[in-house]
């Protein structure tokens, strides 16, 4: 699945230790996540989206 | 997943979070340590007949309810990638554990080997399970 995590991390000049503590999982699955290694859980999608206020179709493209 | 405290920076999070399942996992061992010498010095003495095989059998029904506590406590401080990455190793560890098992008792069957010892296929067991959970994770990083 493709994401837009990197991106969206980026432009908020976070770190992945950054966006994993916000996000409460490792810094391992922040990166597994934008390496398209791990698809998140639909909570953690949840999560996700509402850290950067933003739905779930606008991060995530299963295309 | 752990408390996470909203006002601190996700780093300070994160390092916080890190710090807790070290602690954790410390704890972990040192009663894990303490536990099997303490069964090992009890088992001693209930063969030799100094001690009544209850006592044992109290000592062994608290440290089962110690490691469902804490494995309990594991998954539930760990996030889902570590829990699949668990998931993959255990099941993984088990079909070692079938084949291993399996193998070595139709050789022995046969008359090729002696019979199947537990314990060196469940440190076997162990050990696939433990590469199979560090692949993964060296494979994330």
């Given amino acids: ?63 | 997943m752990t408390d996470n405290d909203p006002a601190q920076s996700g780093e300070a999070r994160l390092k916080a979070r890190y710090k807790a399942f070290i602690r954790h996992l410390a704890l972990a061992a040192l009663i894990g340590i303490a536990a099997g010498a303490l069964s090992g010095v009890t088992l001693a003495r209930v063969e030799d007949g100094a001690l009544p095989k209850s006592v044992f059998i109290g000592l062994w029904s608290f440290m089962v309810a110690l490691f469902v506590w804490f494995t309990r406590d594991y998954f539930r401080r760990i996030d889902e990638v570590d829990l699949i990455d668990n998931l993959w190793a255990s099941t993984i560890g088990l079909y070692g554990y079938i084949a291993a098992f399996c193998s070595w008792f139709m050789f022995h069957r046969i008359g090729l080997t002696p019979p199947p010892g537990q314990l060196t296929i469940l440190l076997t067991t162990v050990i696939i399970a433990t590469i199979a959970y560090f692949v993964r994770k060296v494979r994330q990083r």
Wanted: glycine share 4%.
């Fill in chain 1, 1 to 63: 699945m493709n994401n837009r995590l990197k991106v969206l991390r980026a432009e908020r000049d976070w770190s992945q230790a950054e966006l994993a503590g916000r996000l409460d999982v490792s810094r391992q699955a922040v990166n597994a996540i934008e390496t398209g290694k791990h698809d998140p859980s639909l909570p953690l999608a949840f999560r996700i989206a509402r850290l950067f206020n933003m739905s779930i179709e606008e991060i995530f493209d299963d295309q």
